[in-house]
């Protein structure tokens, strides 16, 4: 390797090959580069429109376990918030407190459970306590794993009936073809 | 960035420039903000609900005349399959097809039903204690696929 002249240094690492280079340009060319945001704003209007399509005002009222699967139905409605009795994973939960274990609920000889039938008194009441103008519409939702035995399930229909939670909305997973029956792969599933 | 030109604009004599630069800034912080909060607000799992009440509590009460001439229409699920009554008389027995529920002979027998009396639309379904919840909820969806879309869930059968 040839030895060269040291060029004029700003400090020892640093060449000054590259300000030298843009000095001996042309002078008065700018360097000022304008992106071009049209394509960003396209974008951005298109997803704004698509959020703004899917876009639910009731929020989310379930939240989705990862080791509860909710069964499928074709016909169904839009929910509404009301308290949530979640059965699945071997327990019962309402409001995220367990009241029991499935397997004990499902040999007791009662079909009243009790835990579960204070907290939704208790739930009741507060209703009625913060809302006295409102009447109580008496709804709860059930969120039901798919394999969860009917054992089960009427003694947990039972208690809401005889607490005051006439009605009952079973939370479901909808899927296409609203005016469909289920198909046989649709009943293969259960 | 964005730039709206006129032409001519520099050939009118005038030195001041007739092109105007659209200040893109704001809008695009207001699109930024306007999408972080439809993110955070979107609900990506739709979650549906079939309505139901509960029937068969407490005591038999005495039928009227009148509720003697309704049909009590009620779909029993057993391991062996669907069983329609109506007034506690069969009104046909079907069996699972290839140990699967036949949930479109149900639905035809249904419609039916549906047929002879137009003006019903309550149903009874119940179930034995080891039926699963996907083969209830299955049942409930032809019922309501039928116009049926009153349903009772009774415990016991």
Known sequence: ??????????????????????????????????????????????????????????????????????????????????????????????????????????????????????????????????????????????????????????????????????????????????????SGEAASEG | MASVSAPGGRSTGGKKALNVELNLVPFIDLLTCLICFLLMAAVWIQIGKISVTQSGQGAPTEQTPEDRTKLNLVVTITPQGFLLTGNGQTIADILKKDNQYDFERLGAKLKEVHGQYPEKNDIVVTSEDSIQYQDLINTMDVCLANEFPNISVSGTI
């Open chain 1, 1 to 182: 390797m040839p030895i060269k002249k040291p060029g004029p240094r700003l400090a020892t690492q640093i060449p000054l090959k590259f300000a030298k280079k843009n000095v001996e340009k042309k002078a008065g060319r700018s360097y000022d580069v304008s992106l071009n945001l049209t394509p960003m704003i396209d974008m951005f209007v298109v997803l704004v429109i698509f959020l703004l399509m899917t876009f639910s005002t009731s929020g989310e009222i379930l939240f989705i376990q990862k080791d509860i699967e909710l069964p499928k139905a074709t016909h169904t409605e839009q929910l509404e918030q009301a308290p949530v009795i979640i059965i699945g994973a071997g327990q019962v939960v309402i409001e995220g407190q367990s009241v029991g274990r499935m397997d004990d609920i499902a040999e007791d000889e009662n079909f009243e459970i009790p835990d579960l039938s204070e907290r939704l008194t208790n739930l009741k009441k507060n209703f009625q306590q913060l809302h006295p103008n409102q009447d109580f519409s008496g709804k709860i939702i059930i969120q039901g794993g798919k394999e969860i035995p009917f054992r089960v399930l009427k003694k947990v229909m039972y208690t809401c009936t005889t607490v005051g939670y006439l009605n009952i909305n079973f939370a479901v997973l909808p899927t296409g073809g609203g005016s469909q029956q289920p």
